[in-house]
C-alpha cells in the first residue's frame, strides 16, 4: 500500500477514536487509512515503532476484524 503524503517518512499510523495502530508496510485496506487521514485523526510515533505505539496505549490493528469503537471521554 501506498503511504499518505502527510505520513509518508511513518511506517505506524495511529487512529485517535479508536485507539488502533496500523502498519502502512502490511496493511492491505486503503479506506481505513484514508479515511484516518480525511478526518484528521491521524497519529505518528516517534520513534516510529510499534513498541512507542504500545507504550502509549495503542494496539495493533488486524485485517478482516471489526474496528472497535471508544466511548469519547468527558
Request: net charge positive; aromatic share 8%.
Given at each position: 500500500?501506498?503511504?499518505?503524503?502527510?505520513?509518508?517518512?511513518?511506517?505506524?499510523l495511529?487512529?485517535?477514536?479508536?485507539?488502533?495502530?496500523?502498519?502502512?508496510?502490511?496493511?492491505?485496506?486503503?479506506?481505513?487509512?484514508?479515511?484516518?487521514?480525511?478526518?484528521?485523526?491521524?497519529?505518528?510515533?516517534?520513534?516510529d515503532?510499534?513498541?512507542?505505539?504500545?507504550?502509549?496505549?495503542?494496539?495493533?490493528?488486524?485485517?478482516?476484524?471489526?474496528?472497535?469503537?471508544r466511548?469519547?471521554?468527558?
Amino acid at each position: 500500500m501506498e503511504r499518505p503524503s502527510r505520513f509518508e517518512h511513518s511506517r505506524f499510523l495511529g487512529d485517535k477514536r479508536t485507539q488502533l495502530v496500523y502498519d502502512l508496510d502490511t496493511w492491505a485496506e486503503p479506506a481505513v487509512i484514508d479515511e484516518i487521514v480525511a478526518a484528521d485523526i491521524g497519529l505518528c510515533f516517534g520513534p516510529d515503532s510499534l513498541a512507542e505505539a504500545r507504550n502509549r496505549g495503542y494496539t495493533l490493528a488486524t485485517a478482516g476484524r471489526t474496528r472497535r469503537q471508544r466511548k469519547p471521554r468527558a
